[in-house]
């Protein structure tokens, strides 16, 4: 199947700091990719949809200065934290979505743990 | 009230049994429906897709009610392997929602 991976698996910095995530699509070319973030004991919740060459929708409650995500080709996307906060820790997840097959497939990634001191 | 909901249990269950895992769904045009399995501090993997005419993948059987939006998936003979968390997610114009999850432990 397809593959997708994240980089890094996982991170602790110091509050302040901004933090950069890529994801990729290893084998397929994808289109549209998603950020989810998952904190302990709940469901993933998603952050924000982008789409290769514009700009990234975000859901409600996510602010976008504060979680920058770029999608400069169709292999891969960034979400950056920018000056993490304790709060932010969590645990994030990419999927992504390709151009050919069901519609509705989404490859996840295998997730970053982000610690925040 | 939550998009999709599920009993977050947690379900232990010896080795063998059977089990039932229900989910409901707030919104009447959602389109597809999945079971997702994580496990602990793991990323999500597609289990089953469900659809309303009911599915089964050998101990895995998925059932969608559309006119109850209610979706269930049933679990036979548990091995120790399937002890983890069970999510089911919806999809609405190719956006997809999680539930909070059902945990099981299968215990030997």
């Known amino acids: 199947g397809a593959v997708v991976s994240q980089h890094p698996s996982w991170v602790i910095c110091k509050s302040g700091t901004s933090v950069k995530i890529e994801c990729r699509s290893l084998d397929f070319q994808a289109t549209t990719m998603f950020w989810y973030r998952q904190f302990p004991k709940q469901s993933l919740m998603l952050m924000a949809t982008?789409?290769?060459?514009?700009?990234?929708?975000?859901e409600q409650g996510v602010e976008k200065d504060k979680f920058l995500i770029n999608h400069a080709s169709l292999t891969l996307s960034t979400l950056t934290v920018t000056s993490a906060h304790p709060e932010d820790s969590s645990f994030y997840i990419c999927?992504?979505?390709?151009?050919?097959?069901?519609?509705?497939?989404?490859?996840f990634g295998p997730g970053t743990r982000l610690l925040v001191l | 009230r939550k998009e999709v909901e599920q009993d977050p249990g947690p379900f232990n269950v010896p080795e063998g049994a059977t089990v039932a895992f229900n989910c409901t769904y707030s919104?009447?045009?959602?389109?597809?429906f999945f079971w997702y399995r994580q496990d602990c501090r793991k990323e999500p993997k597609l289990l089953m897709s469900v659809y309303s005419s009911g599915n089964e993948d050998g101990r895995f059987t998925a059932q969608l009610n559309r006119a109850s939006q209610y979706i269930s998936l049933l679990i036979r003979d548990s091995k120790l392997s399937d002890s983890a968390t069970y999510l089911c997610?919806?999809?609405?114009?190719?956006?997809?929602?999680f539930g909070s999850g059902t945990q099981l432990t299968v215990l030997p």
């Open positions: 997610v919806v999809n609405l114009r190719r956006q997809l929602t």
């Open positions: 919104n009447s045009a959602s389109q597809s």
């Open positions: 982008s789409n290769e060459g514009s700009k990234a929708t975000y």
């Open positions: 999927s992504a979505r390709g151009t050919s097959g069901a519609e509705e497939t989404q490859y």
